[in-house]
């Protein structure tokens, strides 16, 4: 029986030019490149779904996975027919939406073709590379590395996916560097990079969950006297502090007082205004809150500054939990996402309300085991991948993660070599899995 191409490439792995054709595809699944499809809104790299054409999903199933395809489909077909708006385009794109899930659930039930450790190497460089790119366009730009406001807003022109989209792929990299680095400390550089990266972008969100993350591998390592391990991420911590002092220059100062003033407003929103706000807008309401006020007070909110973005959050936050009670959506809206019902609402900013609002309670109860399976399933691969992946897991409850082209390929991927092994060599040959 003839073998596809990636299974001839996964049995011929051991050949330096079949493992860089798996290191340039797994590249290219991770660029932060569109790909608009006719119109549908699919605006992103789904090109790793190739995957489905080149392989077979394996025929044993984890019971998890069965529910959640069937689960998924039930409620496409039962949104499609009672959740429909009058939106342009609505049934294309929650079919998109329906697909693109239903596709990564596959690529999670096939073999990968290539190792994890190629998928680490790749994950490093390019985060490494963007971080790079970051510093340059700064420097190029004259762009003041000290504004938060400034610097999240304008370098967006010139780096794609800046700063809270392709930085989850930069906090992965920076624990993937770190686990690379047990055999080549020049990996350490590519961890500093990283690091410079998450500080630079000054996203709060990506920084509690990065300090969780290192607080947790530092315990791991102090418990398990790991010295080696310690003394790598203490010197990739110190490269990450001496790069953003050479890109900042002169302002540390300011740069200090900003990320002090934002970690401030996002201690202070928790006590005075999240619950606050949240007792007076989460509750049941007989009328829904309009359209055009959404949108004013998001305008409002983002001409603030950044420390407007925990208003923000509450604001879309609070106008679909309250859809969602008034409308009775106790299954979702069959995939259809925010911007169908709401063109106010362009994002979530959460991955979990995000998946609540399209599949329903019951489903984010099936999309957090998934998320269970990977972080235990990575824990037993190495401690920093676990603690990557419990950082990401956090840093989801504050941006959309998996949502994402990119993030769902690293998800569906690493959830493969959770179930499956994590080299080529821990499972079968492709010809006996093809008998």
């Known amino acids: 029986m003839s073998l596809s191409p990636f299974d001839a490439l996964g049995r011929n792995a051991h050949r330096p030019l079949a493992r860089l054709w798996s290191l340039l595809a797994i590249f290219v699944f991770v660029l932060p490149i569109s790909l608009t499809i006719g119109g549908l809104g699919v605006s992103a790299n789904y090109s790793f779904l190739v995957l489905l054409l080149l392989l077979r999903p394996v025929t044993a199933w984890p019971k998890l ?110 624990f993937l560097a770190l686990l690379l680095a047990r055999q080549s400390r020049l990996w350490l550089l590519a961890a500093g990079l990283c690091g410079f990266c998450i500080v630079i972008s000054y996203g709060r969100a990506a920084g509690l969950a990065m300090l969780a993350g290192i607080a947790l591998l530092t315990l791991l390592q102090v418990n398990s006297r790991d010295w080696a391990g310690l003394k790598n991420l203490a010197i990739s911590v110190g490269l990450a502090g001496v790069m953003t002092v050479l890109v900042v220059g002169q302002g540390m100062g300011d740069l200090a007082r900003s990320q002090t003033r934002l970690a401030t407003s996002t201690v202070s929103l928790i006590p005075e205004k999240f619950w606050e706000q949240a007792i007076a807008t989460w509750l049941p309401k007989d009328t829904q809150t309009s359209p055009e006020t959404i949108r004013a007070e998001v305008e409002r909110s983002y001409a603030e500054g950044g420390e407007a973005s925990g208003r923000i959050r509450l604001i879309i936050w609070s106008s679909l939990l309250d859809k969602m009670m008034n409308k009775r959506m106790l299954f979702g809206s069959g995939f259809a996402g925010p911007y169908l019902h709401d063109p106010a609402i362009g994002s979530t900013h959460s991955q979990y309300l995000d998946i609540m609002f399209r599949m329903g309670p019951v489903g984010l109860c099936l999309y957090l085991g998934l998320w269970g ?24 409850f504050f941006n959309e993660t998996t949502k994402y082209s990119y993030g769902a390929f690293l998800f569906f991927t690493l959830l493969s070599f959770s179930w499956y092994g994590w080299k080529r060599s821990d499972v079968t040959s492709p010809v006996t899995r093809m008998q």
């Open 65 to 174: 996975v069965w529910l959640v395809v069937a689960y998924s489909i039930a409620i496409y077909l039962s949104g499609a027919i009672f959740m429909a708006t009058d939106a342009p385009q609505f049934h294309l794109r929650q079919l998109a939406s329906f697909l693109l899930f239903l596709g990564g659930l596959l690529v999670a039930v096939t073999r990968m073709p290539f190792d994890f450790e190629d998928l680490a190497c790749v994950i490093a460089v390019t985060a490494a590379a963007y971080a790079i790119a970051v510093a340059v366009a700064l420097m190029l730009t004259g762009i003041p590395a000290t504004n938060a406001g400034v610097v999240k807003s304008l370098l967006a022109n010139w780096i794609p996916d800046w700063p809270q989209r392709f930085i989850m792929v930069v906090m992965l990299g920076f």
């Open 373 to 396: 399976v990977l972080v235990l399933g990575s824990f037993r691969q190495s401690r920093e991948l676990g603690c990557a992946m419990l950082a990401w897991f956090l840093f989801g």
